[in-house]
């Protein structure tokens, strides 16, 4: 059975953290300055502007009721007969500024929404027969709205009872059900504590401000120019230090525990840490601005709590904690730039065959921009590979599975540390004009064997050096059939830099496509990403992932190449290629991975779910007996052994904190079949001696 609890239908009542910034809260004045300018913008500097005509509209106003009411939960059918007036006049309100659509609909939804949560509430107070014979499919995208007040019940009540079952059914043996105290009891302890779950830990529809929706309907305008374009409440600064691998704050991750907010985590090296006051476990009482009356925490959801926290550089704050032996105690701190050291690269050593090789985990392509002495990507990697050569490693991995990109610079100046000199990547531009952006450094950091994993979320960056890799036959490429696709290039502006006496940061900034990159083959990084050169089978083999599945994606197209010089013209990669697809063949552990990817896809698409509880636990337990063959997948162990660099160590002897992160990577590796397989190539690639 299938879990489908991450729905649409929770993203009514469970938003979002990302929304919990403080927000702006515009007037009408502000709002039509933002569409006026966000359109001017999209309209001159996109990579491909989109036609505002009736199509555009009709397609404005389908995302932007989809994305306040994907599962049609909210809405009456009577709501979309009177929003239908401007389907197709939404490209004239919007070169006009005019936001009578926003406006009619904003009202609604809030109305709406409030009554939803009167519905969902009444629903959980009471028990749940499950004894009906009915079915849900959690994904149908065809359903139409409800008529009247009693189907939309109805709705509400089928994905509540299918939301409550998916967590009850977790309890179920293969005993036959007896509605006897003891189920009446586990109905209602799961009913209550998903209640609770909806309502006190996560953001719901009480706290949601005019900005949030707002947001939402500028981004169904942004996005039909291509999936990457994107309005933000947030500032273009704020965007930059998440870039560059930073986030403004105390270091503190805020958990929930017993019902109150607390301390979860502290980050090493913040203002929390280094105060030597705050400890995890503390429970918070109060947050004190400067110069402001302490607000009381108690009754506020954790997305408000964080977004109290939040703040500009060098701000001070106080907090009232309630620490773990009773005692209360006041701690005033400064806000200050965090590094999210998990963002950053890091590196080890695994001996395999007698051999010592390198593994360097490149999670984004970090750079900041404002400050050139602060860490960037290509200075960290040049470092762990200095490291991993100082204790003798034969080949290296470059792991860029799940990195989503970052700075192309960084892409650029990593690929220089591994070729000798040359074109890395092309850029051309909405007015069809190319660059050329090149290594132009001689040296080379790193001459030996080299593979590049990648799977299928693996994009922009990531591409870039891949591409780069593979196109001078530097390395093998190994990973998910293709990565993501994202072969666009996005600025971001600050929207308060094109209206005249703007606030700094008060309207938010607009991330806008405005280029496009080629390898230096030809062929674009675009939809079709990066095939790699051994295809290991994995979740993403079967399916339309990445950026393939947007209708609205920029298109893949070639261009001119350039001259380029391979590496090794006598290179052994195809018989290396052939020998590595041969192990995998007859791998007991790929075949499983093999058919556990036909299984899902199989399984996905057979999507009714039976509500009626006996017959939901025949099938559960029939899906997860099915299940089981693929066990083994969790408990593999590979056997190899993975350690800090010798330099490292040192580093972990006086932050006993990097020495816990490092250990559980390390202890992933050794669960990892991919790594395994990727030290195999690199082994074959140092012995280049294949038959």
Same mark, same amino acid.
């Not at 938010?508 to 790699?532: D, E, P, V, W």
């Given at each position: 059975m299938k879990n489908y609890l991450v729905l649409s239908l929770l993203s009514l009542i469970v938003f979002s953290p990302t929304i919990c910034k403080a927000q702006n809260e515009f007037n009408g004045q502000d709002e039509q300055k933002i569409v006026e300018t966000v359109t001017t913008i999209l309209q001159n500097y996109h990579y491909k502007p989109a036609t505002l005509n009736d199509s555009f509209s009709k397609a404005v106003f389908t995302d932007f009721l989809i994305s306040l009411d994907a599962d049609k939960r909210i809405f009456l059918a009577s709501d979309i007969d009177e929003f239908k007036k401007y389907e197709t006049a939404l490209d004239d309100l919007i070169k006009a500024s005019d936001l009578s659509f926003f406006n009619l609909v904003y009202n609604r939804v809030v109305k709406r929404m409030g009554e939803s949560k009167v519905i969902y509430t009444n629903l959980l107070q009471k028990p749940i027969d499950f004894t009906i014979n009915e079915s849900i499919n959690p994904i149908d995208n065809t359903l139409a709205y409800t008529k009247n007040q009693k189907e939309l019940k109805n709705r509400w009540r089928v994905q509540l009872k299918y939301l409550i079952l998916e967590n009850l059914g977790k309890s179920l043996t293969k005993d036959a059900i007896t509605f006897d105290s003891e189920f009446v009891a586990l109905e209602k302890n799961t009913r209550e504590a998903f209640f609770k779950k909806i309502n006190s830990n996560k953001e719901n529809i009480d706290i949601l401000t005019r900005d949030y929706f707002f947001e939402k309907y500028i981004n169904a305008i942004v996005l039909q120019f291509d999936p990457h374009s994107r309005y933000m409440i947030l500032s273009k600064n704020e965007s930059d230090i998440s870039l560059a691998g930073k986030l403004v704050g105390i270091g503190a991750r805020l958990v929930i525990k017993d019902e109150t907010i607390a301390i979860g985590e502290l980050a090493y090296g913040g203002p929390a840490f280094n105060s030597k006051q705050i400890d995890v476990g503390d429970i918070i009482l109060s947050v004190t601005e400067k110069n402001n009356i302490p607000i009381d925490i108690k009754g506020l959801k954790l997305p408000e709590v964080v977004a109290l926290m939040k703040g500009s550089i060098g701000t001070l704050m106080t907090l009232s904690l309630r620490k773990e032996d009773g005692s209360i105690k006041t701690v005033s701190i400064k806000r200050d730039v965090i590094e999210i050291n998990d963002s950053f690269a890091k590196s080890c050593v695994v001996e395999k065959n007698g051999k010592k090789f390198g593994i360097i985990d490149l999670p984004k392509f970090y750079k900041d921009f404002e400050d050139t002495n602060s860490r960037d990507a290509a200075k960290d990697v040049q470092k762990e590979i200095e490291y991993l050569k100082q204790d003798g490693v034969h080949g290296i991995i470059m792991d860029l599975r799940n990195n989503g990109g970052g700075a192309f610079d960084a892409a650029i100046d990593i690929t220089g540390l591994f070729i000798k000199s040359g074109p890395v990547v092309q850029i051309k531009s909405a007015n069809k004009s190319k660059e050329i952006l090149a290594d132009k450094n001689e040296s080379i950091q790193w001459e030996g064997p080299l593979v590049v994993m990648l799977n299928n979320d693996s994009a922009s960056a990531s591409e870039i050096f891949?591409?780069?890799?593979?196109?001078?036959?530097?390395?093998?490429?190994?990973?998910?059939? +293709?990565?993501?696709?994202?072969?666009?290039?996005?600025?971001?502006?600050?929207? %308060?830099?094109? /209206?005249?006496?703007?606030?700094?940061?008060?309207?938010?900034?607009?991330?806008?496509? /405005?280029?496009?990159?080629?390898?230096?083959?030809?062929?674009?990084?675009?939809?079709?990403?990066?095939?790699?050169?051994?295809?290991?089978?994995?979740?993403?083999?079967?399916?339309?992932?990445?950026?393939?599945?947007?209708?609205?994606?920029?298109?893949? %197209?070639?261009?001119?190449?350039?001259?380029?010089?391979?590496?090794?013209?006598?290179?052994?990669?195809?018989? /290396?290629?052939?020998?590595?697809?041969?192990?995998?063949?007859?791998?007991? +552990?790929?075949?499983?991975?093999?058919?556990q990817a036909r299984f899902k896809a199989q399984n996905e698409q057979n999507v009714m779910v039976n509500l009626n509880i006996e017959k939901y636990q025949t099938e559960y337990f029939k899906n997860k007996e099915a299940s089981n063959a693929f066990l083994a997948i969790q408990n593999y162990k590979n056997e190899l052994i993975f350690q800090s660099t010798t330099n490292e160590q040192a580093q972990i002897k006086k932050t006993p904190t990097l020495g816990v992160k490092r250990k559980e990577w390390q202890a992933r590796l050794a669960t990892d079949i991919y790594i395994e397989e990727a030290l195999n190539v690199l082994n074959d690639l140092k012995n280049n001696e294949l038959p």
């Open positions: 891949a591409g780069a890799i593979q196109d001078y036959q530097r390395g093998i490429i190994m990973g998910s059939q +293709q990565s993501y696709g994202k072969g666009t290039v996005q600025k971001i502006s600050d929207l %308060d830099s094109y /209206i005249p006496k703007a606030t700094t940061g008060k309207f938010g900034a607009l991330k806008t496509t /405005i280029k496009k990159f080629y390898r230096i083959n030809g062929g674009s990084t675009q939809l079709k990403g990066i095939a790699s050169d051994i295809v290991m089978p994995d979740d993403y083999l079967f399916g339309n992932y990445g950026e393939r599945s947007f209708n609205n994606a920029v298109p893949w %197209d070639t261009i001119e190449p350039l001259p380029y010089t391979k590496w090794h013209s006598d290179s052994n990669f195809e018989k /290396i290629i052939a020998a590595s697809n041969k192990r995998i063949a007859v791998n007991k +552990q790929f075949q499983l991975l093999l058919n």
